[in-house]
C-alpha cells in the first residue's frame, strides 16, 4: 500500500467513526460522482482488497445515523437508531422497555416542527395491551419520546436534569438539521 490513502486508514487517522456514525453509507465525493460505500461491511468482513483507494481533492462524509431518543421512565434510556417507517414499538422491540412504574397511557413524542416542538399523546397501554395499531407512532429522526412514571418520586432538582435531558436533544437536533 505504501503512502496510498484509502476510507479505512483515512477513518483511522481521523481518530474513528463516532458511536452513531451510519458507517453503511458511506459517501466519497470525487469530481462531482458521489460513490456510496458500505464502510461497515468492509470492516466485518475485512476484505481490505474492496477498500477504497481515495484521491486528492475527494471528500469523505459519513452520516449519522437515523436516531430517537427515549427518556423517562424506561430500562435503557438514550438513543436509538430508526430505520425508514419506524415505529415507537420498533424502539420497545430495541430494548427501551418500560419500567414496572411507567405510565404507559400518557407517553409523549416530541418532535420537532418547523423549529419548534410538537408534543404527539401516545398510549402504548392501549397498543400492548390491545393491540390497538393507532397508537404506534411512525417514528422520525430526532423525535424525543418521554415515558412518564406513575407516580414521580422527585425533588425538583431532579426534574431539571430530565427538562435538560430534552432541551439538548432538541438543541443538537436543530445545530444538525436533522
Request: glycine content about 10%; proline content about 7%.
Amino acid at each position: 500500500m505504501g503512502g496510498e490513502l484509502t476510507l479505512l486508514t483515512a477513518l483511522q487517522q481521523c481518530g474513528g467513526a463516532l458511536p452513531e456514525a451510519d458507517l453503511t453509507r458511506v459517501r466519497i465525493v470525487r469530481s462531482g460522482q458521489v460513490q456510496v460505500v458500505d464502510a461497515a461491511k468492509l470492516l466485518r468482513e475485512g476484505d481490505i482488497s474492496s477498500d477504497v483507494r481515495l484521491q486528492p481533492g475527494d471528500t469523505v462524509f459519513v452520516p449519522l445515523q437515523k436516531t430517537v431518543y427515549v427518556i423517562g421512565a424506561i430500562s435503557k434510556p438514550g438513543p436509538y437508531p430508526i430505520a425508514e417507517g419506524g415505529t415507537i414499538l420498533d424502539v420497545l422491540r430495541a430494548g427501551a422497555a418500560p419500567d414496572k412504574d411507567a405510565q404507559l397511557s400518557n407517553v409523549i413524542v416530541v418532535r420537532l416542527v418547523e423549529g419548534k416542538p410538537k408534543p404527539i399523546k401516545v398510549n402504548l397501554e392501549r397498543l400492548m395491551k390491545k393491540g390497538d395499531a393507532s397508537q404506534n407512532v411512525a417514528l422520525e429522526p430526532g423525535d424525543v419520546i418521554v415515558v412518564p412514571a406513575k407516580k414521580p418520586k422527585r425533588e425538583w432538582w431532579q426534574y431539571v436534569g430530565l427538562f435538560s435531558s430534552i432541551a439538548y436533544a432538541l438543541y443538537y437536533l436543530q445545530r444538525i438539521g436533522r
